[in-house]
Every structure is written in structure tokens, then in C-alpha cells.
T-cell receptor, first 114, second 111 residues
């Protein structure tokens, strides 16, 4: 699927760096999500935006800061990360947040913290 | 909070064989989603099941939802190497937008 595009695909950063992950959806959806996928653990929902408003902040540390400037774009700003933050970060979008709307995922950003 | 348990955790089959993957929820299912993931890549949406007894098929993959048992099964007929990957089930509990996922089932299909 190319409906949800994430950049960069891979990112290596030091603990003191500041970087941003970008997600863009071309599906006309109005809800976007950030998930974290760590080895041998289920996907963890981090943030949900519906109509550009944050509707879910799943007890995520403040070193992760999301931004949704419009319904097509979602960012995840990173600063002062820890080694345990190394993971695959996945963005998803859906047409609304109703129960019958599936979420469509991007290919993720593989993040490695040195 | 809702938890999803997938079984088996991993599966190796010979090409052409049939297989079944199960997903069991700790709470009532309000919708069940099946996804496939290639290692290090995103999730590809396969199917969504909403009603008890519902069954859907896409090519050689069939999924069923047994709402009373809070369980769903994914069945692949005549498996091919292209079916290899990680199969994940996701479900909504009472929340509109929060999807809870299982840990996944790693499928290997040997030619």
C-alpha cells in the first residue's frame, strides 16, 4: 500500500538529538494514529488525532511530541530519547474513528537510539 | 483492558498445506481485524469482521468470528510462499478508536 507514507524509513540518533518522524496519508481520511512496535510485544497505541485534534494520549513520555497540522499530515517530534525507545514506529489512518472503519498503516520508521 | 492471545506463536508449513491461526479475546469483541506484516514493514489490512458468525474470504484466506467464544480464526487454503509473514489480529473493545493487537503469528511457508 502507498496510501500512507512514512519518512524516514530508518533513523539512527543519539540520546541528545532532536528529530522528527513524518507521516502523510493520501486516502482522504480524517483520523491518524501513531503506534510503537517493539520486539516480542504487541503494537502499542501512542496517539490518536481525529479531525486534527488529539483525542488519545496513551501515557506516552513527554520526550515524544505529536503534531497534526492538517488531516493529511502527522509528525512525531523526538528529543532526549532513551535506548528503550528503539522500535518500529508505525503511522495509521482511518476514515473517522467509528468501529467499522479499518486503520491503514504505513511501512514505519525503524528508530535506533545509540 | 482488553488482551488478545494468538496461537500458535509461529508456524512452519509446506507449500500447499492448509493452516489455521486463532485469536482469542479476554473481553467481548466489537470488531475484529486481521492484518499481515512483512518483517520490518507496515501492516496490510486483510479483513474486518463485525458480527458473530460472520465469515469473509479474500483469495485463499478465510476469516471467521465466533462472538460468543470471543474468538476469531484465520484459515489459509493451499498455502504459498507469498503467504509468509506475521499475521496480527486487532480488536476494538468499548473504545471507538483504540485497537488492541495480539503479538502476532509468524508464518513460514517452505517451497
Amino acid at each position: 500500500e502507498t496510501g500512507v507514507t512514512q519518512t524516514p524509513r530508518h533513523l539512527v540518533m543519539g540520546m541528545t538529538n532532536k528529530k522528527s518522524l513524518k507521516c502523510e496519508q493520501h486516502l482522504g481520511h480524517n483520523a491518524m494514529y501513531w503506534y510503537k512496535q517493539s520486539a516480542k510485544k504487541p503494537l502499542e497505541l501512542m496517539f490518536v488525532y481525529s479531525l486534527e485534534e488529539r483525542v488519545e494520549n496513551n501515557s506516552v513520555p513527554s520526550r515524544f511530541s505529536p503534531e497534526c497540522p492538517n488531516s493529511s499530515h502527522l509528525f512525531l517530534h523526538l528529543h532526549t530519547l532513551q535506548p528503550e525507545d528503539s522500535a518500529l514506529y508505525l503511522c495509521a489512518s482511518s476514515q473517522g474513528t467509528e468501529k467499522n472503519q479499518p486503520q491503514h498503516f504505513g511501512d514505519g520508521t525503524r528508530l535506533s537510539i545509540l | 483492558s482488553q488482551e488478545l492471545e494468538q496461537s500458535p506463536q509461529s508456524l512452519i508449513v509446506q507449500e500447499g498445506k492448509n493452516l489455521t491461526i486463532n485469536c482469542t479475546s479476554s473481553k467481548t469483541l466489537y470488531g475484529l481485524y486481521w492484518y499481515k506484516q512483512k518483517y520490518g514493514e507496515g501492516l496490510i489490512f486483510l479483513m474486518m469482521l463485525q458480527k458473530g458468525g460472520e465469515e469473509k474470504s479474500h483469495e485463499k484466506i478465510t476469516a471467521k468470528l465466533d462472538e460468543k467464544k470471543q474468538q476469531s480464526s484465520l484459515h489459509i487454503t493451499a498455502s504459498q510462499p507469498s503467504h509468509a509473514g506475521i499475521y496480527l489480529c486487532g480488536a476494538r473493545g468499548g473504545s471507538n478508536y483504540k485497537l488492541t493487537f495480539g503479538k502476532g503469528t509468524l508464518l513460514t511457508v517452505n517451497p
